[in-house]
């Protein structure tokens, strides 16, 4: 942080042409998550904003009544990312939209450029109809395969204009060319924003959710159509190397997780958890002070497929045999 202001976490939206990024952001948009986003985008022209939402258009910024904020990057992406920090009540999330022809992976490099910033995800949206099409294609495919091989969240669209066996054929594909990556299926652009934003570790955040625990060990599941979310709670610590196994361990349902740790070698201070895809960080928070040192993790995953007794069992090795002193 600097001066002790929030860190802003920075999502990026990739794919090719037509995969379907401005549907997903037109749902983030109008999406029930609570964040004042900011959302850059090379062309206005192409983000589908309700007239009733907009509560002012002042040349590159249109901003919206819901708090949210769209911001052409056409000139400069540098630039406009130190005008969004430096505003008096600065964006709680940034999403940058790539271009369909760019390289996410460079544009990634944004959300690490500045102590104020900090990557949250990167997702790429894949055409699922057209996707293994692009990737054969002598022109294109190197390109696409960049895009793919960046992710840490794939979201397949457009998979109800095509059949089994198609489906399954995708799925395999990118299983096996992009195993560190995790795949969602989208209608629509319809996913849960706390798996495409996450909650990610700023102050704020952070505090409240210390603030939020409470004093006793328990697991528990709250299931949804499509997605499950589970947690945990502890107030014995967690062994720092045993942690670090549980972590690297965690199976393929596992999309997401977070949480604010109590850890053995870090009695005085709480350590913040965030992981998307296979990439995860582990990083100091705020003191304890008079709070109970409690650790609480959230699990976001596929419904059916997060093994409730497994992740359970995996967590609690990786606690000490006692309370820390």
Not at 97 to 113: H, Q
Not at 228 to 241: G, I, L, M, V
């Amino acid at each position: 942080m600097t001066n002790d202001l929030p860190v802003i976490p920075v999502t990026i939206i990739g794919g090719y042409l037509g995969a379907g990024k401005t549907t997903l952001l037109n749902s983030l948009l109008l999406g029930d998550h609570g964040l004042r986003l900011a959302i850059l985008v090379n062309d206005f022209g192409s983000i589908n904003i309700d007239v009733a939402l907009i509560a002012r258009h002042d040349g590159e910024t249109i901003s919206l009544t819901n708090g949210c904020v769209c911001c052409s990057m056409a000139d400069n992406l540098a630039i406009t990312l130190l005008e969004l920090m430096g505003r008096e009540a600065p964006p709680d999330h940034i999403v940058i939209e790539a271009s369909g022809v760019a390289d996410p992976g460079r544009i990634a490099c944004y959300g690490t450029a500045h102590p104020r910033l900090r990557l949250d995800s990167l997702i790429v949206v894949a055409d699922a109809e057209t996707i293994l099409a692009r990737v054969a294609d002598k022109y294109v495919g190197e390109l696409v395969m960049r895009q793919l091989l960046a992710a840490d969240l794939i979201v397949l669209s457009k998979m109800d204009l095509i059949e089994e066996p198609a489906r399954g054929d995708v799925r395999e594909f990118l299983r096996e060319t992009v195993p560190h990556a995790r795949l969602l299926e989208a209608t629509h652009g319809c996913l849960p924003p706390e798996l495409l934003l996450g909650v990610a570790a700023t102050a704020l955040q952070a505090k409240a959710a210390i603030d939020s625990q409470r004093n006793h060990s328990a697991w528990s599941e709250d299931r949804h159509p499509l997605f499950s979310r589970a947690s945990f709670e502890s107030e014995r610590p967690f062994d720092h190397e045993r942690l670090n196994a549980a972590l690297e361990s965690l199976p393929e349902s596992v999309l997401r997780a977070k949480g604010v740790l109590y850890v053995a070698t870090e009695p005085a201070r709480s350590v913040v958890f965030q992981l998307v895809g296979r990439r995860w960080t582990l990083e100091n928070g705020l003191c304890w002070g008079d709070r109970t040192r409690t650790s609480r993790i959230v699990v976001l995953g596929l419904a059916g497929r997060l093994d409730i007794a497994k992740l359970r069992e995996s967590f609690n090795r990786a606690l000490t045999e006692v309370h820390a002193t």
